[in-house]
């Protein structure tokens, strides 16, 4: 990435995320540039990480590399086809666009070389995790940019079927979601069993913590420390088998599988 010079189409949070991770990764900001139809949005990028930025997203991508289209799904298709005549050459498009297929984007700006990506909400913090998929135009070089680019936020995995997206989705794109509502809910349970609800909250939340850190850092699988904590009659064991008594991990895969479909059912919608 020391020689690629990217242009953001919209410059949001996600979008800023990117902007800092990379800068932090050594980026100049020379080599960065963003466009947004608000102006307030335009000076807070532009003062916090010194690049320079455009209300005109032709203006933005001229003489770049790497187009990072980083706006709203509903807006994609006309974003897309207002860019499309100023294209310049084999410039590499990465959306991370929730629900716009590669077919789609392909139909609103023509063969260019497009990277798909669903990246997740813990980007904004650095440490968030993508899927990436990218169509055949894609050249190596230009794979190994949409991979530096994501990865400043995060861990960037590749897909070999666009399809996956919709898993990706399910699982990481939403998932925060669902440890929100766990960590709502244990909260809950805490204060009902007699803690003061900010004790409940504090205990959550670092075991929540803790646990994610054991999982990332361990050489054994979650099942595995699962186990290791498990005492046979125990305390852990009696609140585990009552999580699978009331099909808990039934409940879980229904649930990911009402995101996935939604997934698709958007792309759809927002695809036409």
């Known amino acids: 990435m020391s020689k690629t010079r990217i242009a953001f189409i919209g410059a949001g949070n996600m979008a800023a995320s990117l902007i800092g991770g990379l800068r932090a990764k050594g980026l100049d900001a020379a080599q960065i540039r963003a466009s947004d139809p608000g102006a307030e949005t335009r000076a807070k990028v532009q003062a916090e990480h010194g690049i320079d930025v455009f209300a005109d997203n032709a203006e933005a991508i001229l003489g770049v590399d790497v187009i990072v289209l980083a706006v709203k799904p509903q807006a994609m298709k006309a974003v897309c086809q207002a860019l499309r005549p100023h294209l310049q050459g084999n410039q590499l498009v990465v959306s991370i666009a929730a629900g716009i297929t590669c077919a789609s984007m392909r139909n609103w700006l023509g063969d260019q070389p497009i990277v798909r990506c669903m990246p997740n909400t813990p980007a904004l913090l650095r440490q968030g995790v993508s899927g990436l998929y990218a169509t055949e135009e894609v ?3 230009q794979r190994q940019q949409a991979e530096d ?5 995060g861990i960037a995995l590749w897909l070999e079927q666009e399809q996956q ?3 990706v989705t399910a699982v990481s794109g939403s998932g925060p979601a669902y440890f929100f509502l766990l960590i709502e809910a244990m909260t809950a349970a805490g204060e ?14 670092q075991t929540a913590l803790g646990a994610a ?6 050489d054994v699988d979650t099942a595995e420390l699962r186990r290791r904590v498990t005492s046979p009659a125990g305390t852990t064991e009696a609140a585990i088998k009552s999580f699978q008594a009331n099909g808990f991990e039934a409940l879980v895969e229904k649930a990911l599988g009402a995101a996935a479909h939604r997934s698709a059912e958007m792309a759809e919608q927002l695809g036409q």
Do not use: F, W
């Open 139 to 141: 050249s190596a070089q």
């Open 149 to 153: 680019l994501l990865s400043a936020v």
């Open 165 to 167: 997206l919709d898993a």
């Open 192 to 205: 009902k069993l007699g803690l003061p609800r900010e004790t409940a909250a504090q205990l959550t939340l």
């Open 213 to 218: 850190h054991m999982a990332v850092s361990s």
